[in-house]
C-alpha cells in the first residue's frame, strides 16, 4: 500500500497537470469513472417532476430569464419541496442574483444562503457587473446572507438543523465532492432533502463531472436514495422512496406543460 501510494506521489510530482485530471476530470473520464465504478450507464433514475406539483402546478417567481440561472422548473422544484417537507429551515450554498432563495423564503421560516464575499470574486477576477448583481433579489427578515469560501466555512453550527439543503457553488469535481459532503451534515432528520443544481447541462445532458462528484460524496449504501427529476437540471437526495426508473437518452416526454409569463415589476 505505501509502495502504491508513493508510486502516485511521485507521478504526480513528474506530471504536475495530473493533479488537474484528479481535482477537475474531464467529462470523458468522469463517464467513464461513473460506469465503470458505479454501474450508471444511464445517469441516475428519473422521477417525474409532477410528483413534487401541488395539485399538478407550480410557479416560480421570481424569475429573471438571464443566464447563469437555475430553469423555471429548477426552482419550481425546490419551492415545492419547501412546501411539501414542512421546511424550516433552509440551506443554500451559491446565492447569485437570489432568484433559488427568494423562490423558497416564503415558505419557510429561515433562509441561509452562503456565497463567496465580495473581494473574493473580485480577486477571481468577476466583473463589477457580476459582483453587483450579487444578492441582488435577496430581501425579506428570513433570509440570512452568509458570506465565505464553502470549501473553508464553518458549516458546525448548521450541522443536524436543515430541512432543504441546495448545492449551487463552484461546479468543478473536488468542490462538488466538499460542498456534498457537508450539505449530508447539515440534513436534520429521515425527512430532509438535498437538491444539487446542474447535474445536468439540460434536462436531458447529464453533467457526468458533477454525477461522479455526487457518487463519490455519498455512500454507496444511500445511492438508491439518489434521483434526477425530469425537466429540470437537478438531482435530489431523498431517504423516502420515490417512484423512478432509469431511462435512455432522449427521454421520451410523459408530460405536458403550460407555461405563463407575468411580468411582476421593474427592477
Known amino acids: 500500500m ?3 501510494l508513493l508510486s502516485i506521489i511521485l507521478t504526480l510530482l513528474k ?15 468522469s463517464k467513464y469513472t461513473v460506469m465503470a465504478k458505479y ?7 428519473v422521477v417525474a417532476l409532477d410528483n413534487f406539483l401541488e395539485n399538478k402546478k407550480g410557479v416560480s417567481n421570481p424569475y429573471l430569464f438571464l443566464e447563469g440561472g437555475s430553469l423555471p422548473t429548477d426552482l419550481i422544484l425546490l419551492n415545492q419541496l419547501a412546501q411539501k417537507q414542512n ?13 433559488s432563495a427568494m423562490n423558497v423564503a416564503p415558505f419557510v421560516e ?5 456565497n463567496l464575499p465580495n473581494e473574493e470574486i473580485r480577486r477571481r477576477g468577476a466583473s463589477e457587473s457580476y459582483i453587483t448583481q450579487g444578492g441582488m433579489l435577496l430581501q425579506g427578515p428570513n433570509i440570512v446572507q452568509l458570506y465565505g469560501d464553502s470549501q473553508t466555512f464553518d ?13 449551487d457553488g463552484d461546479h468543478h469535481y473536488a468542490s462538488v465532492v466538499k460542498d456534498s459532503q457537508n450539505a449530508m451534515k447539515l440534513l436534520k432528520n429521515e425527512d430532509s432533502v438535498l437538491v444539487w443544481h446542474d447535474y445536468g447541462f439540460s434536462p436531458e445532458e447529464i453533467r457526468w463531472e ?20 425530469s425537466n429540470t437540471k437537478c438531482a435530489i437526495f431523498c431517504k423516502r422512496p420515490l417512484p423512478a426508473e ?22
Not at 421546511?87 to 432568484?99: A, D, P, S, V
Not at 463519490?216 to 436514495?225: A, K, N, T, V, Y
Not at 432509469?246 to 421593474?266: A, G, Y
Request: hydrophobic share 45%.
Open 87 to 99: 421546511t424550516q429551515t433552509y440551506f443554500e450554498i451559491g446565492t447569485w442574483r437570489g432568484e
Open 15 to 29: 506530471q504536475p497537470k495530473a493533479i488537474l485530471r484528479v481535482l477537475h476530470p474531464t467529462e470523458e473520464e
Open 39 to 45: 454501474g450508471f450507464a444511464n445517469g441516475l433514475k
Open 210 to 229: 458533477i454525477l461522479l462528484a455526487i457518487l463519490d460524496s455519498i455512500p454507496e449504501s444511500l445511492h438508491h436514495c439518489l434521483y434526477h427529476v
Open 110 to 114: 429561515k433562509v441561509y444562503t452562503l
Open 2 to 4: 505505501l509502495s502504491k
Open 155 to 167: 458549516f458546525s453550527p448548521f450541522f443536524s438543523a436543515c430541512d432543504l439543503v441546495f448545492v
Open 246 to 267: 432509469f431511462l435512455t437518452r432522449p427521454l421520451m416526454p410523459k408530460s405536458i406543460f403550460e407555461v405563463t409569463v407575468q411580468q411582476v415589476k421593474d427592477l
